[in-house]
């Protein structure tokens, strides 16, 4: 038991996110942008001059983690040598400052708070999947590149196990609350028809998404106006409209059945002459989401108008509410976690066996082989062909029982 307490305190965390510092200083402070070209050297560098085995290296836009494996000791000299290694352009200043903001776990905790990690318990958004891609991806990558080995991949299949669990048999994935997520939702319950013309204003990254979750639906009648027409053009693929500039729209008389707005005007811009030359004549009730912050439409265009009129702070309620249900499921999670936290430690058990019993086969081998060569030659030799098959079929027999039989055993051992 202790030496499997040893196996697990070599775990080891250090990580940053927007819990710690505002998420635009996270990767300013660990790795500056013209060091990422060198990060899997850095990283090797890491694992040579501080007696790391391996390193794991992920960063998203709200979080910094660096995941490795050594038998060190890690004090306040030991996190001011891997900053400064990691990233010697910081100063004297931002070394102490990450090192008072930098949060540090060991052994069974750092598993935990990887697996924490996957199962999207510790994220922004409690519940988003997008963490474990970003996980798999950082972890095959580092992998690719040599950065980590045995034990940091036996962590990252049981975290990738544990997420699947924990999506599975909880709901903490359930109810959308990004905003983006809810618009699309607040359309689709409004039964638009495929034909149906929409008309985005705006081109920026929201528009983005929102494009991205129209073609998923299969909703392809679709226009675009932008400031810059070039970002519109950009957004148009795979839809049947047009892209024009925000100072063709207010002569276009395109006419819609739904719009969907989002530009980056300080305040509110569509008045009623502009919205009513949108209409093109039309007076039929239209669906209107506005997820501009302050909102595109002046009020009297959103009280003054037959519309169906959804805005971002509509959204933002719905948002809360989901996210306090999937808040709920985190105790589920928990559970979830602790068990494999559990099954992960025989994971570690039947791995030590397997490194301990892998020289069994090539021993048992050299036994046969000498067997053959050398004890029983003479007697071989004297056996016709028939008989001398059958016992090196024995042999051949005998020898995978012999490497069998020792590794079942220890991983039964193992499980009681």
């Not at 963490?131 to 690719?144: D, N």
């Not at 409004?190 to 528009?207: F, H, S, V, W, Y």
């Not at 020289?359 to 004297?382: G, N």
């Amino acid at each position: 038991m202790d030496n499997l307490l040893n196996i697990l305190q070599g775990y080891k965390i250090l990580t940053l996110t927007f819990r710690e510092v505002p998420t635009h200083q996270l990767e300013e402070l660990v790795l500056s942008n013209d060091l990422e070209g060198e990060l899997f050297e850095r990283l090797e560098l890491l694992k040579k001059n501080l007696g790391l085995k391996e390193v794991f290296y992920l960063h998203t836009c709200n979080r910094v983690l660096f995941f490795f494996y050594g038998d060190v000791e890690i004090d306040v000299n030991f996190q001011l040598r891997f900053f400064r290694q990691l990233n010697p352009a910081l100063s004297e200043d931002q070394f102490h400052f990450l090192c008072s903001k930098i949060k540090l776990l060991e052994g069974t905790s750092a598993i935990s708070h990887l697996f924490e990690i996957a199962g999207s318990i510790d994220s922004m958004v409690v519940g988003e999947r997008e963490i474990l891609r970003q996980l798999r991806t950082a972890y095959e990558e580092c992998a690719l590149q040599g950065t980590t080995g045995d034990y940091i991949r036996l962590a990252m299949q049981q975290a990738v196990r544990t997420a699947k669990k924990i999506y599975n048999n909880t709901r903490i994935g359930e109810k959308p609350i990004s905003i983006v997520s809810l618009s699309i939702k607040a359309l689709l319950d409004r039964n638009p028809k495929k034909e149906d013309r929409i008309l985005l204003l705006g081109a920026g990254q929201t528009m983005n998404l929102v494009c991205k979750f129209l073609r998923k639906h299969d909703l392809r009648n679709v226009s675009i106006a932008n400031r810059t027409i070039s970002k519109a053009e950009k957004l148009m693929a795979g839809f049947q409209g047009k892209a024009m500039s925000l100072e063709e729209l207010e002569s276009s008389n395109i006419g819609f059945d739904v719009l969907i707005t989002c530009t980056g005007h300080t305040s509110s811009w569509i008045n009623g002459d502009l919205y009513n030359g949108l209409l093109a004549g039309e007076t039929d009730r239209k669906i209107v989401i506005d997820l501009a912050v302050p909102t595109n439409l002046k009020s009297e265009v959103s009280q003054g108008f037959n519309m169906d009129y959804v805005q971002v702070e509509d959204l933002r309620k719905i948002a809360s509410a989901n996210l306090a249900f999937r808040t709920k499921e985190v105790d589920g999670a928990k559970v979830i976690i602790t068990e494999q936290i559990a099954e992960f430690k025989l994971n570690i058990e039947e791995r030590k066996i397997e490194r301990a019993l892998q020289t069994i086969p090539a021993q048992i081998k050299e036994i046969k082989e000498k067997a053959i060569s050398e004890v029983f030659r003479k007697d071989l030799e004297e056996m016709d062909e028939a008989a001398l098959a059958i016992v090196h079929k024995m042999m051949d027999y005998m020898e995978k029982k012999c490497v069998s039989v020792p590794m079942k055993t220890a991983k039964q051992a193992v499980t009681k």
